[in-house]
């Protein structure tokens, strides 16, 4: 029997977070031996907010490397650049025409993002119905994402299974995997909203990129709390998540972590993570720098990719046209 898809997808807009990786990234590569998987960079995606050409630009290939470099292998997964394959906007022009504006205005980042901005493009609000296009393009049956994706994933759902209901079994409904630690990492300066790369407080997140000394002030002046007892509960939100990145970088359980640091001080602990971080991206920085450089390599990777996916794409915009009724060519 075909082994099963998995799909996911990360935006080039702006340098990834230590979140992005955690969340994301990382889980991708164990999946590569049991899953036929697809990695997209999604640029479609990023232009929903305002993005500077020559950026955005080096954004993608910035992704592109990075999934190179932490380990996805072109021999086993299809990884390309979502403007390549026009029809992932041919399939979420089709999607909605059945997506109900009540539903996507009710997307929590619809919400958040259209509240921070003067005038909310239609983009924005419609974001999720690409995002579902992507995923039902392939017959997907898992989408690794982290927690914050989860509304989009079970939107991608609904609108699979009501084209099914509408027209016949046509898509594959997905599901979503999210890990069991580490799928939502927390500003490192405001427990309550999510690491993000577009957060205006550089110290709140963690680059994949960053170096040593950037590494080590961050989290050295990462928020904690005045309790000064090292534990692991939805109390010390800040100290959590401190030790949920610890756990991701390690591979220890938590009650590990918390047993060797008990009765000591957060500075200490502060500095080992900071450690932990530093010698966890050091084989992907160094491995990125070298793949970045090497512009034919990264240009032969994307061209493959878009035409396998091309291939895939195409055998389910078939079915969609003709069970919608459009004529064939
Ligand atoms: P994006 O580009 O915002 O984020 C990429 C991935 O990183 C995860 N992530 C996090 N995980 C844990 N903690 C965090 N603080 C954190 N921040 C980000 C995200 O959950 C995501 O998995 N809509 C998607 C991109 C997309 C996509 C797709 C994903 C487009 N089409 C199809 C899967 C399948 C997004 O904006 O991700």
Known sequence: MDKKIVYS??????SLTIGNYIGALKNFIGLQDEYNCLYCIVDMHA?????????????TLDVLALYLAEGLDPDKSIIYIQSHVPQHAELGWML????????LQRMTQFKDKSKRSKEV??????YPVLMAADILLYQTSYVPVGEDQRQHVELTRDLAQRFNSKYSDTFTI????????????RSLQDPESKMSKSDSDENSYILILDDENAIRRKFK???TDSLNNFDYNDEQKALKNLINIYVSFTGESVEEVVNRYRGQGYGKFKADLADVVIEGLRPLQTRFKEIRSDKEYLEKI??????KASYLANKTLRKVYKKIGFIAK
């Not at 997808?9 to 702006?14: E, K, R």
């Not at 232009?47 to 954004?59: A, F, G, S, W």
């Open 221 to 223: 002046r990462a928020v």
């Open 302 to 307: 994307y061209t493959e990719g878009a035409e």
């Open 121 to 126: 493009m239609a983009g924005i609000l419609n």
């Open 96 to 103: 909605n025409t059945i997506a109900s504006m009540g539903q």
């Open 174 to 185: 997905p599901d979503i995997l999210t890990p069991k630690v580490g799928a939502r990492i």
């Open 47 to 59: 232009i929903t907010v305002e993005q500077d050409p020559k950026l955005l630009r080096k954004n």
């Open 9 to 14: 997808g990360i935006q080039p807009s702006g």
